[in-house]
């Protein structure tokens, strides 16, 4: 029967897709999902998840910042991995996650596709060896739904490129001040328009050179695949906090 995925925020967009492509997968299924909104779903909805009955092996979350609290205590009650997919949590809440990996399994990253996390090693490649005499600007654009910018795929491409670099400082808004741009700034520009899914350019700017890196997601799929693949890596590991660098460790698939 495989990995038993909990999906919390089953009934949103992303939800249903995961669920979706449970249905092909023979390693793993859905046994049960979290939402507060109710609508047909092929497997058991709860509403909060302590009333969850069915046994669990993993969850898949793609829902709200605000359920954060609800879902660490049940996992952690119960002693059960998380792979967390949503994106928006504020700093409190990422330190809060970070401290429920001392007693459970936590998976976490801002973006669930493979192609984009490649994207990032090959920037943090790029910023290593081109070093200061490049200027870095990050671009990402997202459909006008979106909530939070810049999106955190964005600042996971800065934090790594910040990680072989020194003395970084990020630059979301060049309009309110009059100076020449500095040599530590990794510029971040957001765009919102239409139902793109999500598209990253890194561009690095040199004396009469430029090179792009960029990303485009044609599909919600890729996010669901890898938020598979992780809960399949997840299931039987030991307490932790990992990423989806340990996940291409072990080539991404499963």
């Not at 967390?84 to 596709?113: D, L, V």
């Amino acid at each position: 029967m495989g990995t038993k995925i909990l999906i919390s925020g089953c009934n949103g967009h992303m939800g249903k897709v995961v669920a979706q492509e449970l249905e092909n997968r023979k390693n793993a299924q859905v046994v049960a999902g979290i939402d507060l909104t109710s609508a047909p779903c092929k497997f058991p909805v709860y509403s909060n998840p302590i009333n969850v009955a069915e046994k669990v092996d993993v969850i898949i979350d793609f829902s709200n910042p605000a359920a954060l609290s609800s879902l660490l205590t049940y996992a952690k009650a119960q002693k059960i991995p998380v792979v967390f997919c949503t994106t928006g949590y504020s700093e409190e809440q990422e330190k809060e996650i970070k401290k429920a990996s001392e007693e459970i399994p936590i998976f976490r990253s801002g973006n669930m596709s493979i192609g984009i996390n490649l994207l990032i090693e090959l920037a943090k490649k790029a910023a290593k060896i081109l070093g200061t005499d490049f200027d870095v600007e990050i671009i990402e654009k997202h459909h006008n739904q979106k909530l939070d910018a810049p999106s955190g795929t964005a600042l996971m491409i800065a934090d790594g490129i910040s990680s072989v670099r020194d003395e970084t400082h990020y630059v979301f808004d060049r309009h309110s001040q009059r100076k020449k741009r500095e040599k530590s700034e990794i510029g971040i520009s957001s765009i919102r328009g239409g139902t793109i899914i999500g598209e990253h350019e890194v561009m690095f700017a040199g004396h009469h050179e430029v090179i792009t890196l960029t990303h485009s997601a044609q599909s919600r799929e890729i996010f669901a695949i890898g938020a598979i693949n992780a809960a399949c890596f997840l299931a039987g590991k030991p307490a932790g906090f990992y990423q989806m660098s340990d996940l291409l460790k072990e080539g991404g698939q499963f």
